[in-house]
């Protein structure tokens, strides 16, 4: 057993690490940010650390994360396998399975679904507006009120793939929805801390009743709300008819016979999966758009403007109306630039021996993507380090979507919910400025940007005035 890990040869450089912690001991858990940055200006855009003993590369910027995530694509869509996960996945779902056959044909089963071609009658177009309407009471009981939007957002983000997922939506205070948001947040925060590592690290521990546990029991917990929903979607569902995701696997089961891939404890992990990925990342996205504008009631009054313009005579905004709001698109695509959500990604690993930028990276490297890097990059962009719509507008006023720009990553594992994601950034942010003026509380004090690390980056809670815009 070798306790202080050594870098293989030509592996990319990197500072020098403790036996057993490696370079634990240069990261500041909580948040790591900071540290990923620092490493970088001393060691360059591709690094290496060693989490305990496990050597990970860290990508920096644009010209590498290209190499790494598209051009060698296949090369670096795996995922790491540490026994915490693995015992938690069971190898199931999407997010996390490692690189091959089960991932591939369920990435491209849920895309296709998602794309609208499978969820039967109801397009997702109007599922997401169903569910504005609910955020739309609310506000409209607030006019003239403050309110704080988390809930609102976080339950709206909810909903929308529920129903997506399940056909079903619930109340704002319905005892499920609570369980369920309630199982997922702590599992993330377990699986994603220090407790993870402790678990992989120090197999005698693994039957002690320590935090760890807890994790198993809330995915048991999330899985049989699953279950139960699928057992009522085998009652009701019509072969050939789908409602919605949960009968397209159905059919899909159904029609590849003995393929045993597609199978229902697949079908309830997928489930949790797309639930995990599409609730906080959309949500926050969101609470950051609307903190940057109120801050910035210019760049809010010119949304609105075009708005207007573009909407007159129209009940409601659709998808297609984004082709003819460059500035309304340029805002959304700058909140998710600056906002960051995800800023490490999800975590990939080397499929084979390759090469990235000089250096030699075996196999079963786990890889870093620092997105914060290429979504500040000087030379990427006009205005690195501000928020300003023109970062996406060029001298005519028309969108451009400069190569840089990876909320979603990019590659073979790129978001899979990236266009439900956009169109619900889309559709909400629009309905909400049409119809209200969102504005900073006087006695708010600065709004304060520094966002809560965690699996996703948060901004901390604040309050927002609602007023009725005077056209409506
Ligand atoms: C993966 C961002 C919304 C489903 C990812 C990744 C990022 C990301 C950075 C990691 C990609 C990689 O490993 O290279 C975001 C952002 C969102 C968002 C910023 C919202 C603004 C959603 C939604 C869904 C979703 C709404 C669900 C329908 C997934 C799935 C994966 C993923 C399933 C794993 C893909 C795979 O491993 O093949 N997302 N996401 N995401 N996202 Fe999203």
Partial sequence: LQL???????????????????????????????????LR??????????????????????????????????????????????????????????????????????????RNFGLGKKSMEERIHEEIQHIIKPLDDNIGKTLSPQFLFHNAASNII????????????????????????????????????????????????????????????F??????LVNEHKKSRVPGEPRDFVDCYLDEV????????????QLTRMTFDLYAAGTDTTSNTLLSGFLYLMTYPHIQERC????????????????EDRHNMPYMQAVIHEIQRIANIVPLSVFHCTTKDTELMGYSIPQGTMIIQNLTSVLR???????????????????????IKPEAFMPFSAGSRVCLGESLARMELFLITVTLLRKFKFVWPEDAGE??????????????????????RENQ
């Avoid at 996390?96 to 990435?107: A, E, M, N």
């Avoid at 159904?254 to 404890?265: Q, V, Y």
């Avoid at 990427?380 to 001298?395: A, G, M, S, V, Y």
């Avoid at 966002?451 to 007023?467: C, D, N, R, S």
Wanted: glycine share 6%; net charge neutral.
């Fill in 4 to 38: 202080k890990p050594q870098r293989p040869k030509n592996f990319p450089p990197g500072p020098p690490s403790l036996p057993v912690l490696g370079n634990l001991w240069n990261l500041n858990m909580k948040n790591p940010l900071k540290d990923f940055e620092r």
């Fill in 41 to 114: 200006q001393s060691y360059g855009n591709i690094y290496s650390l060693f989490l305990g003993l496990k050597p990970a590369v860290v990508i920096s910027e644009f010209k590498a994360m290209k190499e790494a995530m598209v051009i060698k694509a296949a090369d670096f869509a795996g995922r790491p396998q540490n026994i915490l996960i693995t015992n938690l996945t069971n190898n199931k779902g999407v997010i996390l399975v490692d690189y091959g056959s089960l991932w591939r044909d369920h990435r491209r089963f849920a895309l296709m679904t998602l």
């Fill in 223 to 228: 899985l049989n709300i699953a279950r139960r």
């Fill in 304 to 319: 609105q403007q075009e708005i207007d313009r573009v909407l007159q005579g129209h009940d409601k905004v659709s998808f």
């Fill in 447 to 468: 709004p304060d940007f520094t966002p809560v690390f965690g699996a996703t980056l948060t901004p901390k809670p604040y309050f927002m005035t609602i007023q009725l």
């Fill in 254 to 265: 159904d029609k590849r016979g003995d393929d045993a891939t597609f199978s229902e404890e």
């Fill in 377 to 399: 990059e000087e030379g990427q962009w006009k205005f690195p380090h501000e928020f300003n719509p023109e970062n996406f507008l060029n001298e005519q006023g028309e969108f």
């Fill in 162 to 221: 529920c129903k997506v997922l399940f056909g079903t939506r619930y109340e704002y205070e319905d005892e499920t929805i609570k369980i369920i948001v309630r199982c997922f947040t702590e599992i993330i925060k377990i699986a994603n801390g220090p407790w993870a590592m402790i678990y992989d690290s120090f197999p005698l521990i693994r039957p002690l009743r320590l935090p760890y546990n807890k994790t198993f029991q809330n995915m048991e917990i």
